[in-house]
């Protein structure tokens, strides 16, 4: 049976890789790095970094290109779908072709494997395809916790719930009953724009956890128009974004 350990690195900061993430990577006998196209260079070169600066042993690298999702697809969960069986594809030859039966297989996965990421999924998907999966998943640090640390602020208030969700989510069904915080992630298209800003606090950060880290916050009725244009500028220069925000109703 393979191992596959999928193993959190946070933002890709050496300094947010635990010892157990360490030790993990360096018993693997591959570890199999994705390159997401040309805008994302830099995500590859964080992991070639860690592979290369950081483990006391010589994995094999197998590096691959990444599929990209049709955007287009009428419906959104189809298209994931599509997407997700096309990973478990690759994943599928990678293992046949570069680890033994019996071998270590090891993915970094940025944050945590369980938070708003689909590795868990793909494996998932192979092991219902019959291939024989030892699954090992080592958490990391979150972005959400990463931007609750960088603005020092707890993420729930007293006895209050807290929702994750997503930018797609929150344009479409507004913001839901009984939550005085929702933490967003995987929005492209700022969808604070779709809410009425009244009494409305907002933390936003870009590249949290990274050296080009940014920060925004305050009402979002003030705030809502610097973070599009912070947004918007960033990713002309950089080629590429990963953001997420929390947002809070007044007491």
Not at 35 to 60: F, Q, S, V
Not at 90 to 107: E, F
Not at 111 to 126: E, H, K, M, Q, V
Request: hydrophobic share 45%; glycine share 8%; proline share 6%.
């Amino acid at each position: 049976m393979t191992t596959l350990s999928l193993v959190g690195i946070g933002s890709g900061n050496p300094d947010h890789l635990t010892r157990q993430a360490l030790k993990t990577l360096e018993a693997a006998d591959v570890i199999l790095l994705p390159r997401k196209g040309d805008e994302k260079t830099e995500l590859a070169d964080l992991r070639r970094m860690i592979a290369a600066e950081l483990l006391t042993t010589e994995p094999k690298i197998v590096e691959f290109d990444y599929p990209v999702r049709d955007a287009d697809t009428p419906k959104y969960l189809d298209g994931v779908n599509t997407w997700h069986d096309a990973l478990a594809a690759i994943w599928q030859d990678l293992i046949a072709t570069h680890a033994p039966s019996d071998g270590h297989v090891a993915l970094m996965v940025w944050g945590d494997p369980s938070l708003y990421d689909s590795t868990l999924r793909i494996a998932d998907r192979l092991i219902a395809r019959g291939i024989p999966l030892s699954v090992n998943v080592v958490p990391g640090i979150t972005s959400l916790q990463m931007l609750t640390a960088a603005h020092a602020i707890p993420l729930n208030t007293l006895g209050d719930p807290v929702q994750i969700t997503t930018g797609r989510k929150l344009r479409e069904d507004g913001w839901p009953e009984g939550v005085s915080t929702l933490a967003v992630m995987l929005d492209g298209s700022c969808s604070f724009q779709h809410l009425d800003p009244e009494d409305l606090h907002i933390w936003w950060g870009g590249y949290v956890g990274m050296d080009q880290q940014i920060l925004i916050e305050g009402p979002l009725a003030e705030t809502s128009a610097k973070i599009i244009k912070a947004r918007a500028d960033a990713r002309a220069q950089i080629g590429w974004i990963m953001d997420i925000y929390l947002l809070r109703k007044a007491a």
